[in-house]
């Protein structure tokens, strides 16, 4: 093993305690991450800091700025009144913002649907008279499980991308429109029903770290009421309906991205005077980027050093002459999901897709067994704020502890992976 290698292993370790101990500012953790593979030369600096300026980052800024205008809309308090009627449950609650996450989830992509529903969130939480940790925790996981499931953007990539892997590699390209709907639609159904019955009363009822006044003007007195004139506040619907729709359109016409949607409706906020400069720049929050950019540096650090090929020559060797189709399922599963609480899920599945069609080759496994391991392994990203991007961001926003965010996540977590190894190798064995 490679010094640098030695040295990414250990910056994890270390951030991992840094986030579990409780001690110390996450955002100071992350960075000091960016800082440590910098100064020992595992990356240089522009692919260490790269994360504060990714697309990504981009997104998140542009996002907070759109919902601070969105925020001075009684649009807000509308819809938490359509999701939350008077005297509702409750459950009506997480089941209304749930729903709402898995609608945008399927049409766009885990950033920008949280970066939209935070806002909601908080205000569904003040008509509920209920804590925001309520609702933000099930409504990201349901975000992260729900991620390319059904065959629509990213979903309807996903067979084609493992099609030209095995067919590069010289095996057997038997993925389908349907290999992974078959696989995953089931189980995410069911972990949804889970999560509105008895999965939310996981997470937190408290306060603690939240600032219930960032997205709400009225200060839980539910009034809806603007701070914008009437011409001003249908411009910021405007420009708000517009830039999501632009973003959805997006995944599906490569001609601008979506963090390049998301700026443009930014500045239209402030140019319009919808916004000031200070209440732009004050609604961007840079826990979250930062957090962000820590975990990012860390993904190209494992990959820039070696350290997935060690993780791949350990898989081959612990996978070679195993024959039991449902222990090669569950190794398979459990590395990249362990991996991607740790490396954010993005990163994990691209890593991972490409070992899934290596070892599947070499191995002689039927390779819809191993893609969809690493799929689903590495979707469930429910665990750590680190898991992903969208983790991230809730975590911070949330105000939770980590050891809140393990107790919220762990149920979701081990009922994933019992109703994938009932499921997937009975469909899908590996040999």
Do not use: H
């Not at 939350?84 to 609650?93: I, L």
Request: a positive charge; glycine letters at 6%; aromatic letters at 10%.
């Amino acid at each position: 093993m490679s010094t640098q290698i030695l040295i990414v292993f250990i910056v994890a370790l270390l951030m991992i305690i840094g986030f579990a101990s409780n001690k110390f500012s996450y955002p100071a953790v992350a960075i000091s991450v960016i800082v440590i593979l910098e100064i020992t030369g595992v990356l240089p600096a522009e692919k260490a800091w790269a994360g504060f300026s990714s697309s990504t980052a981009i997104l998140f800024a542009s996002m907070f700025v759109l919902s601070a205008g969105l925020a001075k809309t009684s649009l807000l308090s509308r819809l938490s009144s359509l999701i939350v009627p008077e005297g509702s449950s409750e459950r009506r609650a997480v089941i209304g913002c749930g729903l709402l996450s898995i609608f945008l989830t399927i049409f766009s992509n885990t950033s920008s649907t949280m970066a939209t529903l935070i806002p909601i969130c908080y205000n569904v939480a003040e008509k509920a008279k209920i804590s925001p940790k309520r609702l933000l925790k099930p409504a990201v996981d349901l975000s992260s499980i729900w991620a390319g499931v059904i065959p629509v953007g990213l979903g309807l990539t996903a067979y084609s991308v493992s099609n030209q892997m095995m067919e590069s590699l010289g095996g057997n390209p038997n993925f389908t429109l349907m290999t992974f709907v078959i696989a995953r639609l089931p189980i995410v159904l069911i972990i949804s029903l889970f999560i509105f019955a008895v999965g939310y009363r996981f997470t937190p009822d408290n306060y603690t770290g939240i600032d219930t006044l960032k997205f709400s003007q009225s200060n839980g007195k539910g009034q809806d009421k603007t701070t914008l004139s009437s011409g001003k506040e249908k411009l910021t619907f405007i420009i708000f309906t517009l830039t999501i729709a632009a973003i959805v359109i997006s995944n599906y016409i490569k001609i601008i991205n979506a963090a390049a949607c998301a700026a443009i409706g930014a500045l239209l906020m402030v140019f319009t005077g919808i916004l000031t400069e200070k209440e732009a720049m004050k609604a961007i929050n840079l826990k979250v980027i930062s957090i962000y950019a820590g975990t990012i540096c860390l993904a190209a650090g494992i990959n820039a050093s070696g350290a997935t090929d060690v993780i791949s020559n350990f898989m081959q060797n612990i996978l070679g002459g195993i024959t039991n189709p449902y222990l090669i399922a569950f190794i398979l599963v459990m590395a990249s999901t362990i991996c991607t609480q740790f490396m954010n899920n993005s990163s994990t599945l691209n890593i991972f897709r490409i070992l899934a069609a290596v070892i599947s080759v070499a191995c002689a496994f039927d390779a819809r067994s191993a893609m969809v391991a690493v799929e689903m392994g590495a979707t469930c990203s429910v665990l750590l704020p680190t898991a992903s991007a969208t983790q991230a961001m809730v975590f911070a926003e949330g105000g939770y502890s980590v050891k809140e965010y393990v107790k919220a996540g762990l149920p979701t977590f081990i009922l994933y992976m019992i109703l994938y190894m009932l499921w997937v190798p009975t469909i899908y064995p590996a040999l």
